[in-house]
């Protein structure tokens, strides 16, 4: 009789284990609205906002180009009432957030080499440029570049894949990123059609 008892309480042992495993299992669901960015820029930047990214874009217009570190975010349709996970299947699109924008203002000059994003237009504006568009996060603007490079390896001729490398240091003043530096030594960006 005593070894009955210990069989059976070995089997409630074992199935209460396989529950508490299989419910850790069901708590590490990944919530793909939530998944990690695939790269983060560098510098002290990152200790006041989110830098991370999961693409970069190069946008080439007549006047200007503009480098954009993009964060994909997929939106939900709402759970799928089995405690609050968003099944992927059920996902309606994508949202973008901008953590960087770098943009450089041509002026008539050909892109080329390494650019000088803290030089300054014959009316004394400078021409370089730096943005930012995250969902309710209200610091869009940063402050002016004391210094900054930008380049690329390749000419930026539509849908190439170039490879580059930014630096950027930020006037010291009371805004979040004032005195702050991002920099990226290698990133690989599309350039838009």
Known sequence: MEELQVIGFGRQLTTFTLAVVALGLSACEVDPRKLPPKFRLEGSLGQVMDTGYDEARVLVAPTDISLLFVRVRPLGAGNTGDGGTVDPMMMMGVSEDYPLQVAYRLLGDPIGGRVDLASLDENGAQRGSISRNVANDPRN???????????????????????????????????????RTVFSTAFTAKVQP
């Open 141 to 179: 603007t940063l402050p002016r570049i004391l210094r900054g490079t930008l380049s690329f390896d390749r000419p930026l001729d539509p849908g190439a894949v170039v490879n580059g490398d930014f630096h950027i240091t930020f006037e010291n003043g009371i805004e979040a990123a004032s005195g």
